[in-house]
Each structure stands twice: as C-alpha cells, then as structure tokens.
C-alpha cells in the first residue's frame, strides 16, 4: 500500500429535498500509518453537532462507518492510526462521505466514484419497525371486546377472558418496548457489518445511558466501554432475535479479549464478514439483560 494518499472530497448540501453544491469539502489523508480527515463547512451552512458517516461500498451495496460527531464548527479534524491490518481497507476504500441525517445533510463522493451517493441508497439496515408498530396497535385495539354497560350481565367466564386479553396486550406490548425502545428515535442509526445477522444497529456514546431504563446507567462508568469511546468516538447498541447488545469498538486480540470478558463484553463481532482473525476490527458484544 501506498505510504501517502491525499482526496479532496467536495459536498453539497441535501435539506428539504433540495441540494445545493459547494457546500464544503473534505479532506481524506494517509501519512504513512496515520489515517487523517478533515471537514470544512460553508459558514452559512452551520446546523450544529452533526453526525459524521465514511461510506465504502462492497457488493455494489454503499455502507456507512460512523466516524463520530461534529462538535458544532465549521471545521472539523479526525485522526486513526492504521498499525494493523484492521484499517487497510478503512483508508483505501473509503469512496465518500456523509454529514448528517435523513432530514438534513451534507454528502459528497470521490472523483474517482462515478455514482451518486444520497442518504437514500446507502445501507443503514432500517426496518419497518415502526409501520409494524402502528399496526400491531390498531389490530388489538380492533380485538378488545365492546365495553359493557352497567345493566347487562355478562357470564363471570366472559370477565375472565377479558383480563386473560388485556395481559396478553400487556405483555406482546412489553415486548415490543424491548425489541424497539422508543428512544431510538433520538440516535443515529448505523450498520457496521457486511452481514445481515443484527435487525438494527445504532450508534450511541456514554451519555445515551441516560435515555435508558435505570439498571443500565451503570454502564456509562465501565471502563472497558468508555476506553473503545475514546479510541473511535462510538458505541454500538444493536437487536437480534428479541435480544439487544452493547458494542464496544475494538480489535480482536488476546489482550483485549481478556479485558472485554473481564468487563462482561463476552464475544467478538467483526465488521468484515470473513473467519476473524487477529487485528481484525469489530465490537466486543454484551447481551443486556
């Protein structure tokens, strides 16, 4: 591989379904083992903190990699040693970037790179999760049983059946509370993986543990978890089969693997949908109960 390689990157702006170009640029550098970008916005296209996305392609299928977060300026730096193999495809295929999210963002594709990349055809693994919600509820409230008024009797066998009906809700509700927390809504959605075997991934950091249910809180002070968040500026929260997991960001080695069980993080999902090997880069999983 090369020891240095320089892309300049230019974006255009996409905001209620209208694009406007030269809206700022970036720049993709590779200084011998050193991974460097840096953004530049247009003043007047200050919108704050903004997620930050590389997108790479593999199987004609455009994939995003959440780098972390603008902190609010016009220009913004990140840096990544490239000391194993882990980042030889990170620095080599990175074909675009994207700033932002479905409603507003800034997004650009390298000269080389004859497509067209928009939020729109990049995988970010979403799911009709919400439509299946909606409809869930409107088949059970079609299903309760018509109220009844003070002067009918009614069998004590119909009453029964009634509360067996409101605790089936209950609970399929519960479950889907599980599968699709509500506050999902307020991260941004991800999917760092070449297979399909996660639902949904979304990427969160430490402070997110406080949209949580309380038991969880105690996680943001692990300090296997807030290591990874300060070496990638990123935590995975995912769903697979009515399970959800916690990801650190990480490599696969010996070391590491000992202080990700140490700290509950038990197995080693990497990116790349291959047999893992070492330096390999990935997210050390915890299933919460």
Request: include cysteine; glycine fraction near 6%.
């Amino acid at each position: 591989m090369a020891e240095y390689m320089r892309k300049i990157i230019y974006l255009r702006k996409k905001e209620g379904g209208t694009e406007f170009s030269g809206s700022g640029y970036v720049r993709l550098e590779r200084w011998g083992d050193e991974l460097r970008i840096h953004l530049t916005r247009l003043a007047e296209h200050y919108f704050g903190e903004l997620p930050v996305f590389a997108i790479y392609e593999k199987n004609k299928e455009l994939y995003p990699l959440l780098l972390g977060r603008t902190d609010g300026k016009n220009e913004w730096d990140y840096c990544q040693s490239i000391d194993t193999r882990k980042m030889e495809w990170y620095a080599e295929d990175i074909i675009g970037f994207l700033i932002g999210d479905r409603d507003f963002y800034l997004v650009g594709e390298s000269p080389e790179y004859k497509r067209k990349i928009s939020y729109e055809n990049i995988h970010f693994k979403r799911t009709d999760s919400e439509t299946e919600k909606k409809t869930d509820s409107d088949s059970v409230q079609a299903e309760q049983p018509p109220e009844i008024l003070p002067e009918q009797k009614e069998p004590l066998t119909e009453t029964v059946t009634d509360v067996e009906d409101e605790t089936s809700v209950q609970l399929n509700a519960a479950s889907e509370e599980k599968e699709n927390p509500a506050f999902l809504q307020k991260m941004t959605e991800m999917y760092p993986f070449e297979d399909d075997e996660m639902e949904w991934c979304y990427g969160m950091e430490p402070k997110d543990f406080s949209y949580f249910p309380m038991e969880y809180w105690h996680y943001s002070k692990n300090t296997f978890l807030l290591q990874g968040f300060y070496n990638y500026r990123h935590l995975l929260y995912a769903h697979k089969e009515g399970k959800n997991y916690l990801g650190v960001p990480g490599q696969f080695h010996r070391r590491e693997q000992f202080l990700a069980s140490k700290f509950g993080f038990s197995f080693f999902k990497a990116t790349r949908k291959k047999r893992t090997t070492v330096g390999d880069f990935g997210y050390w999983m915890k299933e919460l109960d």
